[in-house]
């Protein structure tokens, strides 16, 4: 059966970038698969150890998730560290992975900076945790924002090398399935899963600067929209929001070389759940001056119920600890499952 992971970071505020490139899809996901959402806070502990709030922190991404419209009682919502197999999985996929590969990671790159010796070895490592996280539950899909792309991509690596090498232990454990390598089958435990990266947010752009991505990190909060402003600060920021001089183009083509235009777009696209193209057909040969006053109505119109929908749950964080409570006991029994079988397949003696 389909099986869908993602998770979130509780590091600093959530944006629309992550609204509309993740949290979005993980709600529309819900009517057809079986999904499980993690606010993943070992992940935060890599770039920076410590942190002032760190359990409101994963309250609040566990608010967001709720107030998205995420269904906790069909799905699963958790908080990472507490089911022990994502830590004792990676731990093995250290084992897979290669040097290699982590250094090749770009995201590892650009927060280690220049000081690569004296970043976290656990910031090295990340990419072998996330697959963790997926591999842990044997998910096939995995909706993020395109710059997760990279660290998919290496997450099917490990599974198929991790099936490879062992492919004659999981077939005498009587585990896993045939799966097609190339032009070879081996005896696969992990699946190969498909990363879910589509539609016109994939890839939110600063509000200042169409070349650079909208992030939590961005020194400048006029460049992203935050789950947490209200309906003036939308405004405020959207009218801010950096344009080129001419009118908005009434095809795709012409947003070519016009990153900012074509963001605003993405994102009134999105917002609206609809092509591109039709809001170009809808808008072209119109200003900014026009275009921006719509784009804050459909904003606040979209995302307004989901603030104060997250800030309603943040009153009462007895029941988001609940809620994270039951969703880890459940993931735990999952992974429990999962470590079992994986022990048994690399003779690691247990029981
Ligand atoms: P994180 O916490 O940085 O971001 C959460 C999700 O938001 C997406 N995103 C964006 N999408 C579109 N435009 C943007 N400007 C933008 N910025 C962020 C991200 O792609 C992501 O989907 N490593 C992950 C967390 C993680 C994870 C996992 C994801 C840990 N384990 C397992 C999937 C599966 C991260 O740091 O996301």
């Not at 792309?149 to 099936?163: P, S, V, Y």
């Not at 405020?236 to 908005?248: E, G, N, Q, S, Y």
């Not at 900012?260 to 039709?278: C, H, Q, S």
């Not at 009153?315 to 809620?323: F, L, N, S, T």
């Amino acid at each position: 059966t389909p099986r869908v992971f993602s998770g979130v970071q509780p590091t600093g505020n959530l944006h629309l970038g992550n609204y509309l490139g993740a949290i979005r899809k993980f709600v529309a996901l819900q009517e057809s698969h079986d999904c499980l959402y993690c606010v993943v806070d070992l992940h935060a502990i890599t770039a920076q150890l410590v942190h002032d709030d760190l359990p409101g922190q994963i309250r609040s991404i566990t608010a967001a998730f709720l107030a998205a419209g995420i269904d906790p009682a069909r799905h699963i919502v958790f908080n990472q560290s507490r089911v022990s197999g994502h830590a004792e999985l990676a731990w093995i996929f250290n084992c897979v992975a290669r040097i290699g590969w982590m250094n090749r990671m770009t995201q590892f790159k650009e927060k280690a900076g220049k000081d690569r010796e004296n970043a976290s070895l656990g910031l090295l490592a990340y990419p072998s945790l996330m697959a963790a996280d997926i591999l842990l539950y044997r998910a096939t899909h995995v909706p993020v924002g395109d710059d997760q792309k990279q660290h998919l991509e290496l997450t099917r690596d490990i599974a198929a090398k991790f099936n490879n090498d062992f492919s004659q232990k999981i077939a005498a454990a009587g585990l896993g399935e045939p799966m097609a390598t190339g032009d070879e089958t081996v005896n696969g435990y992990f699946p190969i899963t498909e990363p879910l990266i589509e539609g016109p947010a994939t890839r939110v752009m600063s509000l200042k600067d169409g070349a650079k991505k909208m992030s939590k990190s961005d020194p400048s909060d006029l460049s992203r929209i935050n789950l947490t402003d209200d309906a003036e600060a939308i405004a405020r920021k959207i009218r801010k929001a950096k344009t080129d001089p001419d009118a908005l183009p009434s095809e795709l083509e012409g947003l070519a070389g016009r990153p900012e235009a074509d963001n605003l777009v993405g994102i009134y696209a999105a917002l609206a759940e609809r092509p591109k193209a039709e809001i170009l057909a809808e808008f072209g040969g119109r200003q900014f001056s026009e275009f921006k006053p719509a784009l804050v109505d459909l904003a606040v119109e979209t995302l307004g119920p989901v603030t104060s929908q997250m800030r309603r749950l943040m009153a009462d964080p007895g029941h988001i600890d609940a809620v994270l409570r039951d969703g880890g006991e459940r993931a735990g029994a999952i992974a429990e499952r999962t470590m079992k079988d994986v022990k048994q397949i690399i003779g690691l003696l247990d029981d």
